[in-house]
C-alpha cells in the first residue's frame, strides 16, 4: 500500500500561485513523494502544475491530478534514483529531454521542495540547435586546421575519408578550342564509391564514357557553362545506383578546370560547403610567384658617392609588381619613381650592398604595392641588380599555416567530439600491436578524466585495455592494413565507462591515423524513449474499444486527394475491418472498405483534411466489412487526418426495441384506467347494496335478531366498509402510476393548510399540535408538481402521524423544509446530481417503529399493526412514495419504538 507523507508543504492561495506561476515563461510542476509502508518512495503525486507545463508534457489535467508520475510517464522511472536523491538529499537535479509532441528539446531543472521536489522546464530548442551549428563550425574548423599543418598529405587524407565525394575534372576541347568533354585529373575514394569505379578507370576514360547520361542530362551543358561564365553550377538529383539524393556543386578552378563535389544529402548538406572552402584555400595556398628582375647604375654626387640608382632594364615581371611603364621607367631615377624610396624603401640595402659588395637576401615588404617580396641585391659593375619574388602568397599563406595551427590547437580545446592522432606501434614483421597518443582534444580528456600528460606518448592498450575486445581494435587493424576508412557504433562499458558512440577513424599516412568519435547517450535515450512511445501509444490505442485509424492521403498526378493509406490502427479496428495490425501499411482505405465512395463519407474524410474543420455524422453502411449503423469522427492531424468510428448498430436497435415497449406500456396503461374504472363502478355498486341492505336489517330487523346474528350483521358490515376502503385506496394508487397532468407551481404552505384544515375535528379531539418550520412563520416551499398529488402525500403523513399517536399524549406533528445537496439526497434517485433539492421533514412524537422495517412500511398493504388495533388497508405510506417518485425524488423513514417517527420527503426544486 503506498502513502503520500503527512509533511505538508505551504503553498500560497490556489488563486494566487495559480496568477503567479501562469505568467511565467516556463512549466511548473510541484510533486510530493507517495511513499510504500516502509516509507520508501515509490511515486510522486502532482500537487500543483501550471498551464505552460500542461502544454509541453502534452498531457490532459486528469492525466496530471489523477495519475502519479511513474504512471503518466513510465520512461521517467530511469531516473527514479536521481529524483530520490533531490527529496532525501535535498540535492539539485537537471537534465534534458526531446519532447515528442512538439519535437523541441527542453531543460528540466529539479529542485528539493519539503517531502517533494519541483521542476522547472524550460525551452532550450534553440539553444540545442546553436550547440549543434558550433559543433559544425568547429569540425570545418578542424578539418582547415588540418588542411594546413599535414599540406598534401593532410589535404589527401581529408580528401579520402571526406564523406563527400570530390572530384577535379579538366576540360577537353577540339582543334577550334569547344569544350567536348571533361576528365577528372583528382577523385577522392568517396567519389569512386559513388560512381562505381576504380580510380585507374575513372582517370583514365572521359566523364561522358563513364557516365552515360552525362550529355543527355544536362550535366555537360552546366559544366560548359561554369568553364565560360565562370558562375558555380549547383544542382540536387536522384542517382538510381546508390539509391540517394546526390548534391552537384561544379565550381571553375580556371579557364581549365572544375571542382565538382557530390553530396549525399541524406546524410549532411553542410559538408559540401565546407569542402568547397576547403578546396578554394588550398587553390590559394597552391599558387606560386614570378620573379622581378631590375638593373640599376649609380649616380654620383661630386664626393663620387651614390646620391641616386638610374633603372637602366626591367622585366615584365618587375613592371607588373611595381606598376612601371616600359617607356617611361627606363632612365628614370629610383627617387622620381619612388619618392619615398629614401625613408621607407631599400635604400640603405642598395647603398651597403654598392658600397660594400656583399650581397644582401631578405624580405621585403612593399607598402605602395603591399606585397612581400623575397630580395636579392648584388652588385653589377658600377651598379645593382635586384631580383624581386613575389612571396606575397607564400607569405598569405604562412600566416594562414600559423593562424591554422592556432585554430587547430583551438578545436582541440573546444570540438565537442574526441578526437584524436594515434601514430602506430609496430612488431618485427611490420604488423600493427598497439597505437600511441600524439595529439588528443580536449573532450578526450573530459571524457576519460586524464590529463594530456598522462595520454601524450603513451599507448592506447596501457591506458585502456579493454579496447582490444572492442570494434576498435578490429577497425584500426583494418585502417592501418587497408588505409580504407573506418566508420562503427559501439557501446563502449570497459574501465568503468558505459557510452554509446558513433566512430570514424581514417588513415593519415603510413604510421598514423586519425580517431574521432561521438558520445551518443542522449540519442540512444532519445530512440529507446521514442519506441517506449510509440509502443504505449499502440497500447493505449489497442486498449481503446472503439476502432480508431491514422491515415494519410493518397494523391493524384494533379494533385488530388484520391484515397487514403493507413498509419496506424488499432486492434478494434483490425477486428472490424477484418484488416490485421501487421499489414496496416499495405492496403488501402478504399481497398478495405470501398462502401465509403458510394456512402459519401470518403468525400467527408476529404473535406477534414483539405479545411482542418473536424466532423463528427452517423451512417448507415450496408456493404461488408462494416455493415450496419456507425457513428465517426472525423479530426485532422498533421499530414493526416484521424478517425474514430463507434458502432451503433445494438444500440439502434435498443431504441427501436424501447419505442416498442414504450408503445406496449401505453396501452398497458391505457387498460389499467379502464379495469380502475371498472373496480370504481363495477365493484363498488354492489358493496353500497351490501352496506344499504344491512342498514336496513340494522335499522328495521334488529329486533327480532338474535344477538349472534347481530354480531354477523355488524362484522358483514365493517367487512364491506373495508373492502371499501380498500378499493377506492387501490383506484388512488393505479392513478398515480397512470395519469400524469402537467406540473403547476404548488405553494406547499397554502396545502398544507389545506390537510390541517380536512383534519380540523381529529386535531380537536386528540389535542394535537401542527407546528410549521418551528413555529418561525417563514412559508414552505413553492415548487413545480401536481398539486393534487402533493395533497395526498401530506395527507397521508398527517393522518398517520395522527392515528399512531401514544395513548394519553397529545400528537405533536412538526413539518420543515430547508435546502439540501446532492450528496444528502439517498442514492437509489436517480441523476440526483443535475437538480437542486429541497427536503421537507414530517416529523411526530407517536408509538414509532422498528427501522428494521423502514423500507417495508413502503410496500403496498403491508401493516406493522393489526386492523383492530389501528384502521387502514396498508396503502398509504405506498402512495406517498409512488407520488414523490412522479416528482423525481423520494421518501425515507427513520424512527425507534415508543420515540416518534420521521419522514423526509426529498423533492427536486428545479424541474
Known amino acids: 500500500m503506498y502513502t503520500s507523507s503527512s509533511t505538508s508543504i505551504s503553498f500560497p492561495s490556489p488563486p494566487l500561485l495559480a496568477e503567479l506561476f501562469a ?282 658617392q651614390p646620391a641616386d640608382f638610374r633603372l637602366l632594364l626591367t622585366n615584365q615581371s618587375a613592371r607588373r609588381m611595381f606598376g612601371l611603364e616600359v617607356a617611361g621607367a627606363v632612365g628614370q631615377l629610383l627617387t622620381e619613381i619612388r619618392p619615398a624610396t629614401r625613408e621607407t624603401g631599400l635604400w640603405k640595402r642598395y647603398n651597403r650592398v654598392y658600397q660594400t659588395g656583399q650581397t644582401y637576401q631578405g624580405q621585403y615588404f612593399d607598402i605602395p604595392t603591399q606585397q612581400w617580396f623575397d630580395v636579392t641585391i648584388n652588385k653589377l659593375g658600377d651598379g645593382l641588380v635586384a631580383t624581386f619574388n613575389d612571396i606575397t602568397q607564400a607569405q598569405l599563406a604562412r600566416q594562414q599555416i600559423d593562424e591554422q595551427a592556432r585554430l587547430f590547437n583551438g578545436v582541440l580545446c573546444s570540438i565537442t567530439n574526441g578526437l584524436s592522432i594515434l601514430d602506430l606501434v609496430r612488431d618485427e614483421t611490420g604488423a600493427m600491436v598497439d597505437l600511441r597518443y600524439v595529439h588528443v582534444s580536449q573532450t578526450i580528456l573530459h571524457d576519460t578524466g586524464r590529463t594530456k600528460q598522462e595520454m601524450i606518448g603513451n599507448t592506447i592498450l596501457s591506458l585502456f585495455p579493454g579496447v582490444r575486445e572492442t570494434k576498435y581494435w578490429t577497425a584500426y587493424q583494418e585502417v592501418a592494413r587497408t588505409g580504407k576508412p573506418q566508420r562503427f557504433e559501439v557501446h563502449y562499458t570497459a574501465e568503468g565507462f558505459d557510452n554509446y558512440m558513433d566512430n570514424w577513424v581514417t588513415r593519415l599516412d603510413e604510421n598514423r591515423i586519425i580517431s574521432i568519435y561521438a558520445i551518443t547517450n542522449d540519442q540512444k535515450r532519445v530512440e529507446i524513449q521514442a519506441k517506449q512511445h510509440a509502443a504505449t501509444l499502440q497500447s493505449v490505442l489497442d486498449s481503446c474499444q472503439l476502432p480508431i485509424v491514422l491515415l494519410e492521403p493518397i494523391r493524384s498526378d494533379q494533385g488530388a486527394i484520391i484515397d487514403f493509406r493507413y498509419v496506424i490502427q488499432n486492434e478494434a479496428s483490425a477486428r472490424i475491418l477484418g484488416h490485421p495490425v501487421a499489414e496496416t501499411t499495405s492496403r488501402t482505405v478504399l481497398e478495405v472498405i470501398p462502401g465509403l465512395q458510394s456512402a459519401g463519407i470518403f468525400d467527408r474524410y476529404v473535406a477534414v483534411y483539405e479545411t482542418g474543420l473536424p466532423q463528427q455524422f452517423e451512417q448507415h453502411l450496408s456493404e461488408a466489412p462494416m455493415v450496419g449503423w456507425f457513428d465517426f469522427s472525423v479530426v485532422r492531424q498533421d499530414d493526416g487526418i484521424v478517425v474514430a468510428i463507434n458502432d451503433q448498430t445494438l444500440l439502434r436497435q435498443t431504441l427501436q426495441r424501447a419505442e416498442q415497449l414504450v408503445i406496449d406500456l401505453r396501452r398497458s396503461n391505457s387498460n389499467l384506467e379502464q379495469f380502475a374504472y371498472v373496480a370504481s363502478h363495477d365493484l363498488q355498486e354492489p358493496l353500497r347494496k351490501i352496506q344499504s341492505f344491512g342498514d336496513v336489517l340494522m335499522n328495521q330487523f334488529s329486533r327480532s335478531l338474535s344477538d349472534e346474528a347481530q354480531d354477523l350483521l355488524l362484522r358483514m358490515q365493517s367487512a364491506a366498509s373495508r373492502m371499501s376502503l380498500l378499493i377506492r385506496d387501490l383506484l388512488t394508487y393505479s392513478r398515480l402510476a397512470t395519469q400524469q397532468e402537467p406540473f403547476k407551481r404548488v405553494d406547499l404552505t397554502a396545502l398544507i393548510a389545506e390537510v390541517i384544515s380536512d383534519f380540523e375535528l381529529t386535531i380537536a379531539e386528540k389535542n394535537a399540535q401542527v407546528i410549521s418550520n418551528n413555529g418561525s412563520g417563514q412559508p414552505l416551499p413553492v415548487l413545480n408538481g401536481n398539486a393534487i398529488q402533493l395533497r395526498q402525500l401530506f395527507q397521508n403523513l398527517i393522518g398517520n402521524a395522527l392515528k399512531f399517536a401514544r395513548p394519553g399524549l397529545g400528537p405533536v406533528i412538526s413539518i420543515t423544509a430547508q435546502p439540501v445537496g446532492p450528496d444528502d439526497v439517498p442514492v437509489a434517485v436517480q441523476n440526483r446530481t443535475q437538480h437542486s433539492w429541497i427536503a421537507i421533514v414530517v416529523s411526530d412524537n407517536g408509538i414509532g417503529f422498528d427501522e428494521q422495517y423502514q423500507e417495508r412500511i413502503f410496500q403496498l398493504f403491508e401493516r406493522l399493526h393489526g386492523r383492530s388495533e389501528y384502521a387502514g388497508t396498508g396503502i398509504g405510506l405506498a402512495v406517498c412514495r409512488k407520488v414523490a417518485e412522479n416528482h423525481q425524488g423520494t421518501i425515507a423513514a427513520h424512527s425507534q419504538p415508543g420515540q416518534g417517527a420521521t419522514f423526509t420527503v426529498y423533492l427536486p426544486v428545479d424541474l
Do not use: C
Open 23 to 304: 505568467g511565467l515563461p516556463h512549466g511548473v510542476i510541484a510533486y510530493e513523494a507517495v511513499r510504500d509502508a516502509d516509507g520508501l518512495i515509490m511515486d510522486y503525486q502532482t500537487l500543483f502544475y501550471n498551464p505552460q507545463a500542461l502544454a509541453i508534457k502534452g498531457h490532459t489535467p486528469e492525466q496530471m491530478t489523477q495519475q502519479l508520475l511513474f504512471q503518466r510517464s513510465p520512461y521517467l522511472r530511469i531516473q527514479a534514483d536521481s529524483l530520490r536523491q533531490v527529496v532525501e538529499n535535498q540535492t539539485a537535479y537537471d537534465y534534458e529531454e526531446l519532447i515528442p509532441i512538439s519535437n523541441r528539446w527542453f531543460a528540466f531543472e529539479n529542485r528539493p521542495l519539503g517531502n517533494g521536489f519541483f521542476t522547472i522546464i524550460r525551452d532550450i530548442d534553440a539553444l540545442k540547435q546553436a550547440e549543434q551549428q558550433l559543433a559544425e563550425q568547429n569540425e570545418s574548423l578542424r578539418r582547415g586546421a588540418d588542411q594546413a599543418l599535414q599540406q598534401q598529405r593532410l589535404i589527401r587524407s581529408v580528401l579520402d575519408t571526406s564523406p563527400i565525394g570530390i572530384t577535379v575534372e579538366q576540360a577537353i576541347r577540339d582543334e577550334t578550342g569547344d569544350i567536348i568533354d571533361f576528365q577528372a585529373i583528382l577523385i577522392n575514394p568517396t567519389a569512386l564509391a559513388m560512381g562505381g569505379h576504380t580510380e585507374e578507370l575513372a582517370l583514365s576514360r572521359r566523364i561522358s564514357e563513364l557516365n552515360p547520361t552525362f550529355r543527355t542530362s544536362g550535366l555537360m551543358t552546366a559544366y560548359q557553362a561554369v568553364i565560360s561564365t565562370g558562375e558555380p553550377f549547383h544542382v540536387e538529383f536522384y542517382h538510381p545506383p546508390l539509391a540517394r539524393t546526390l548534391e552537384i556543386t561544379a565550381t571553375r578552378m580556371d579557364q581549365e578546370h572544375l571542382i565538382v563535389l557530390f553530396n549525399d544529402v541524406t546524410q549532411a548538406r553542410q559538408d559540401a560547403l565546407a569542402l568547397q572552402q576547403k578546396n578554394e584555400l588550398l587553390n590559394g595556398v597552391l599558387r606560386t610567384s614570378e620573379s622581378g628582375i631590375i638593373v640599376f647604375e649609380a649616380v654620383h654626387d661630386q664626393a663620387h
